[in-house]
């Protein structure tokens, strides 16, 4: 049975997002943290979500989509 993997901390965090704007693969940035493409996936989403309800209005939080 596979263990289950998180992006934990806010450093991996960090990493991924650094790495998406710089247009890597999502693939190769999971394999980097070890972690699955889904549970990337899931985590940036979570990350989006949170951005998106403490943006102000007017102002553009977030990460750029890659």
């Given at each position: 049975?596979?263990?289950?993997?998180?992006?934990?901390?806010?450093?991996?965090?960090?990493?991924?997002?650094?790495?998406?704007?710089?247009?890597?693969?999502?693939?190769?940035?999971?394999?980097?943290?070890?972690?699955?493409?889904?549970t990337l996936y899931r985590t940036l989403a979570a990350y989006d979500e949170v951005a998106a309800t403490m943006s102000s209005p007017g102002g553009q939080r977030g990460r750029a989509a890659f």
């Open positions: 049975m596979r263990s289950q993997h998180h992006v934990g901390d806010g450093d991996m965090l960090a990493v991924a997002l650094r790495r998406g704007e710089a247009n890597e693969p999502v693939t190769l940035i999971a394999r980097y943290l070890g972690v699955g493409r889904s």
